[in-house]
Protein backbone atom coordinates (compact mmCIF):
# COMPACT_ATOMS: atom_id res chain seq x y z
CA UNK A 1 0.00 0.00 0.00
CA UNK A 2 1.33 3.21 -0.86
CA UNK A 3 0.28 4.60 2.58
CA UNK A 4 0.39 3.05 5.98
CA UNK A 5 -2.11 5.73 7.69
CA UNK A 6 -4.64 3.61 9.78
CA UNK A 7 -8.16 5.01 10.12
CA UNK A 8 -10.73 3.64 12.91
CA UNK A 9 -14.00 2.97 12.47
CA UNK A 10 -17.33 1.48 14.40
CA UNK A 11 -20.90 0.63 14.33
CA UNK A 12 -22.92 3.01 15.59
CA UNK A 13 -22.92 1.97 19.03
CA UNK A 14 -19.37 0.73 18.76
CA UNK A 15 -19.81 -2.83 19.52
CA UNK A 16 -18.24 -3.68 15.91
CA UNK A 17 -14.37 -1.51 15.74
CA UNK A 18 -12.64 -1.63 12.53
CA UNK A 19 -9.61 -0.17 10.84
CA UNK A 20 -8.51 0.29 7.05
CA UNK A 21 -4.81 0.95 6.46
CA UNK A 22 -3.34 2.67 3.45
CA UNK A 23 -5.41 4.38 0.82
CA UNK A 24 -8.94 2.81 -0.70
CA UNK A 25 -9.01 1.69 -4.57
CA UNK A 26 -12.12 3.71 -4.90
CA UNK A 27 -14.42 6.37 -3.54
CA UNK A 28 -17.71 7.50 -4.21
CA UNK A 29 -20.91 7.27 -4.01
CA UNK A 30 -24.12 4.82 -5.41
CA UNK A 31 -27.02 5.34 -6.67
CA UNK A 32 -28.23 1.89 -7.23
CA UNK A 33 -31.95 0.62 -5.72
CA UNK A 34 -30.27 -1.60 -3.64
CA UNK A 35 -27.70 0.68 -1.96
CA UNK A 36 -30.88 3.25 -1.27
CA UNK A 37 -32.68 0.83 0.45
CA UNK A 38 -30.08 -0.71 2.64
CA UNK A 39 -28.92 3.20 3.72
CA UNK A 40 -32.31 4.10 3.56
CA UNK A 41 -30.80 7.47 1.68
CA UNK A 42 -30.88 8.72 -1.83
CA UNK A 43 -27.49 7.86 -2.51
CA UNK A 44 -24.93 5.86 -0.49
CA UNK A 45 -21.00 7.41 -0.09
CA UNK A 46 -18.42 4.13 -0.55
CA UNK A 47 -14.58 3.42 -0.04
CA UNK A 48 -13.85 0.51 -1.59
CA UNK A 49 -10.54 -1.30 -0.24
CA UNK A 50 -8.80 -4.50 -0.97
CA UNK A 51 -9.61 -6.79 1.84
CA UNK A 52 -6.08 -6.78 3.35
CA UNK A 53 -6.39 -3.40 4.30
CA UNK A 54 -9.62 -3.74 6.22
CA UNK A 55 -9.43 -5.37 9.96
CA UNK A 56 -12.48 -5.87 12.18
CA UNK A 57 -10.31 -5.18 15.80
CA UNK A 58 -13.41 -5.43 17.73
CA UNK A 59 -17.11 -7.31 18.24
CA UNK A 60 -16.24 -9.73 15.04
CA UNK A 61 -18.85 -12.25 16.99
CA UNK A 62 -21.22 -9.34 16.73
CA UNK A 63 -21.18 -8.72 12.75
CA UNK A 64 -24.46 -10.33 10.79
CA UNK A 65 -24.53 -11.18 6.84
CA UNK A 66 -27.24 -10.25 4.61
CA UNK A 67 -26.50 -11.54 1.09
CA UNK A 68 -29.45 -10.33 -1.91
CA UNK A 69 -27.27 -10.94 -4.65
CA UNK A 70 -23.91 -13.17 -4.56
CA UNK A 71 -22.05 -9.74 -5.24
CA UNK A 72 -22.88 -8.28 -1.89
CA UNK A 73 -22.82 -9.53 1.39
CA UNK A 74 -23.59 -6.93 3.68
CA UNK A 75 -22.93 -6.81 6.96
CA UNK A 76 -24.34 -4.88 10.05
CA UNK A 77 -23.90 -4.66 13.89
CA UNK A 78 -26.27 -6.89 15.59
CA UNK A 79 -26.92 -4.93 18.91
CA UNK A 80 -27.46 -1.65 17.06
CA UNK A 81 -28.27 -2.74 13.62
CA UNK A 82 -25.47 0.29 12.24
CA UNK A 83 -24.09 -0.86 8.83
CA UNK A 84 -20.53 -1.70 8.88
CA UNK A 85 -19.33 -2.82 5.22
CA UNK A 86 -20.47 -4.96 2.17
CA UNK A 87 -18.13 -7.35 0.86
CA UNK A 88 -18.07 -7.44 -2.98
CA UNK A 89 -15.94 -11.06 -3.43
CA UNK A 90 -16.79 -11.17 -6.98
CA UNK A 91 -14.57 -6.90 -7.11
CA UNK A 92 -12.34 -8.67 -4.82
CA UNK A 93 -12.93 -5.13 -2.69
CA UNK A 94 -14.74 -4.55 0.33
CA UNK A 95 -17.22 -1.26 0.62
CA UNK A 96 -16.46 0.61 4.15
CA UNK A 97 -19.15 2.77 4.15
CA UNK A 98 -17.69 6.50 4.54
CA UNK A 99 -19.62 7.14 7.61
CA UNK A 100 -18.20 4.55 9.27
CA UNK A 101 -14.76 6.32 9.01
CA UNK A 102 -15.13 9.36 10.05
CA UNK A 103 -11.74 10.61 10.27
CA UNK A 104 -10.77 9.57 6.57
CA UNK A 105 -10.38 12.15 4.60
CA UNK A 106 -13.08 11.04 2.08
CA UNK A 107 -12.77 12.43 -1.71
CA UNK A 108 -15.12 10.72 -4.28
CA UNK A 109 -14.11 10.81 -7.44
CA UNK A 110 -17.23 8.91 -9.29
CA UNK A 111 -21.11 8.30 -8.89
CA UNK A 112 -21.90 4.97 -9.84
CA UNK A 113 -25.26 3.64 -11.23
CA UNK A 114 -26.31 7.02 -11.87
CA UNK A 115 -29.14 5.94 -14.30
CA UNK A 116 -30.88 5.04 -11.00
CA UNK A 117 -30.63 8.09 -9.22
CA UNK A 118 -33.48 9.48 -7.33
CA UNK A 119 -31.36 12.87 -6.59
CA UNK A 120 -29.38 14.44 -9.17
CA UNK A 121 -26.49 16.02 -7.74
CA UNK A 122 -24.30 18.57 -9.68
CA UNK A 123 -20.82 18.34 -8.18
CA UNK A 124 -18.61 17.85 -11.63
CA UNK A 125 -17.69 14.33 -10.46
CA UNK A 126 -17.94 11.63 -13.29
CA UNK A 127 -21.64 9.76 -13.82
CA UNK A 128 -21.26 6.30 -14.59
CA UNK A 129 -24.35 4.71 -16.14
CA UNK A 130 -23.11 1.80 -13.78
CA UNK A 131 -19.89 0.76 -13.37
CA UNK A 132 -16.57 1.03 -15.10
CA UNK A 133 -15.60 -1.07 -18.03
CA UNK A 134 -12.42 -2.56 -15.55
CA UNK A 135 -14.72 -3.93 -13.19
CA UNK A 136 -17.44 -5.57 -15.61
CA UNK A 137 -19.52 -2.42 -16.61
CA UNK A 138 -20.39 -0.55 -19.42
CA UNK A 139 -17.92 2.59 -17.97
CA UNK A 140 -20.54 4.83 -20.13
CA UNK A 141 -20.95 8.10 -18.60
CA UNK A 142 -24.12 10.53 -18.10
CA UNK A 143 -24.65 13.90 -18.06
CA UNK A 144 -25.03 15.42 -14.51
Not at 79 to 101: E, F, R
Not at 120 to 138: C, F, N, T, Y
Request: hydrophobic fraction near 35%; charged fraction near 20%; include cysteine.
Amino acid sequence: MSNDQVYKGSCFCGAVELTVTGEPAAMGYCHCESCRHWSAGPVNAFTLWKPEAVKITKGEENIATFSKTPQSLRKWCKSCGGHILTDHPTMGLIDVYAAVIPDFPYEPGVHVHYQETVLRIHDGVPKLKDVPAEMGGSGESLPE
